[in-house]
């Protein structure tokens, strides 16, 4: 089966692809910033884990990680989503594989900075964030065909 293909809106792919350069910008100065300023951009996941440690839900290690990995799924999100209605002539793969090289240019050049370093698992959510964005979507486009077939349907009747 095809993976499917958005159908565009006109007016629409300008502002997702205003949109997807604004948030591009964004993830970059969070990803590129040396640790110890991130650190203030990024320190959301360390005061959630020591609430969760706190509240007795879980450590303070593991829900770290796992708040940090959950993290990088949603900074990615947004990509796949916007990377959908900004290009709507890409495939659903096309999409995840663009997510993909993106996670792996930001972790090659995370490699080369003296207080960051590049991890597989960053990669892996990354990729993930941005296959749930092009699944949204399709989900989106899919639900505002059926509510225009719908009302075309009643229009006519």
């Given at each position: 089966m095809p993976s499917p293909r958005l159908t565009p809106v006109p007016g629409g792919v300008l502002i997702?692809?205003?949109?997807?350069?604004?948030?591009?910008?964004?993830?970059?100065?969070?990803v590129w910033l040396p640790a110890?300023?991130?650190e203030k951009v990024t320190g959301l996941v360390g005061i959630m884990a020591r609430w969760v440690a706190d509240a007795g839900i879980a450590p303070y290690r593991?829900?770290?990680?796992v708040l940090e990995v959950?993290?990088?799924?949603?900074?990615f999100v947004p990509v796949g989503l916007l990377l959908a209605f900004a290009l709507p002539r890409l495939r659903l793969?096309?999409?995840v594989v663009i997510g993909a090289?993106?996670?792996?240019?930001?972790?090659?050049?995370q490699g080369f900075m003296p207080s960051r370093f590049p991890t597989l698992?960053?990669?892996i959510a990354n990729t993930t964030g941005t296959l749930l964005g092009g699944v949204l979507a399709v989900l989106l486009v899919r639900v505002g065909a059926g509510a225009r077939r719908g009302?075309?349907?009643r229009t006519a009747s």
């Open positions: 997702a692809r205003v949109a997807l350069v604004g948030y591009l910008l964004f993830v970059g100065f969070t110890t300023v991130s593991p829900s770290a990680v959950l993290a990088n799924v949603a900074l793969w096309q999409i090289l993106m996670s792996a240019v930001i972790e090659s050049v698992s960053d990669v009302a075309d349907a």
